[in-house]
């Protein structure tokens, strides 16, 4: 059983995951080396906590339960009673080994590491370890305690206990489990991608704007945010970087093809909201106003149902062909999805409402147009479509 953990890295992502290990009755040790950062999370702690309490989510009892819970330390020493050790810090694998190498000569001979990267090889992490058996993928969404969906990755040196141990514990703090295969992206980074890639290609095309974009899906689709609120909201570098990391770790594969907006946006520095300008522009009260503008060519006008349809297709293509590559289960792709980033439904019961005739003819639609590999069509659309198949039984 997990009682103690560490955490490393007391930014957002680390110190939120410290809060949701110390609310469901773990003692925690929150790890950085800088002070200050260590000061914020304990500050913003405490303010998180008095929402809580105000707004009567929690009594004071628990608040005082919950911080007592969490120690903040600047050695990784301090970590060395750990049951369970999950990274949280830069996205940069040799920073990652390193910090894992080191964290091994503290920590017990059972001690479960983990690292929360959204992409990385977690086969490359593992390597640095002396008992690579021990390490896995525990990928947490921001923000980690309101996010109900955590990624659980083992590599292949990755023990069946340590599988076992890790997918009970995040289950015991109340989280939703899914298990992926070690490849670039996972789940949701990888099916994700067509949402902001196919919505930059519209755009590009001067199919649409980048209001109207977001309007279909939004109208249409039912989805909280249109992809280009969604980049602004991620950060355009932070985005960009993700996508240009999937291509290529996928060996360059055309469907992850970043897109050149992008990169300009990122590169002028408009990044956003937190730059004040990305796709739209945003006041300083959080106020969104239109930004960017395309000049839209009138023969490639789509209507607002056909955008959305050609941004659902290429997301459900790439969640049938994770499935495809058993990447994850069926449940776990629509649960990553659902969970994990908000889709309004499942993609893979968003095929089956669909009907597997519309998905593979959509996308025999745009390969024919285009003769791009980027629009080839999943082999499993292709096969169940010819079986009559779906991905789901539905109980009349």
Known sequence: MIKNVGIIGAGTMGSGIAQVAATAGCSVKLYDTKTDALEKARTDLVKIMDRLVEKGKIIQEEKDRIQSNIQYVSSLKDLSNSDLTIEAIVENLDIKKNVFSTLEKFVGADCIIASNTSSLSIASIASSLQKPERCIGIHFFNPAPLMKLVEVIPSIQTSEETLN????????????????????????NRVARPFYGEALRIYEEGIASVAEIDSAMKEIGNFRMGPFE?????????????????????????????????????????????????????????????????????????????????????????????????????DDIDNAMTKGVNYPKGLLAWADEKGMDWCVDKMDELYEKYHEDRYRCSPLLRKMKETGSRFFSYEL
Not at 166 to 188: E, H, L, M, Y
Request: no cysteine.
């Open 165 to 188: 141990i890790s997918v009970k514990t995040i289950k015991d703090w109340g989280k939703t489990v899914a298990v992926a295969k070690d490849t670039p992206g996972f789940i949701v």
């Open 230 to 330: 969604l980049m602004d909201f991620i950060g355009n570098d932070v985005n960009y970087t993700v996508t240009e990391t999937v291509f290529e770790a996928f060996y360059y594969d055309p469907r992850y093809k970043p897109s050149f907006t992008q990169k300009r946006f990122a590169e002028a520095g408009y990044l956003g909201r937190k730059s004040g300008k990305g796709y739209y522009n945003y006041s300083e009260n959080g106020q969104m106003s239109v930004g960017a503008q395309s000049i839209t060519n009138s023969e490639n006008e789509l209507s607002k149902e056909a955008i959305f349809d050609r941004i659902l297709i290429m997301l459900i293509n790439e969640a049938a062909d994770a499935l495809f590559w058993n990447i994850a289960s069926a």
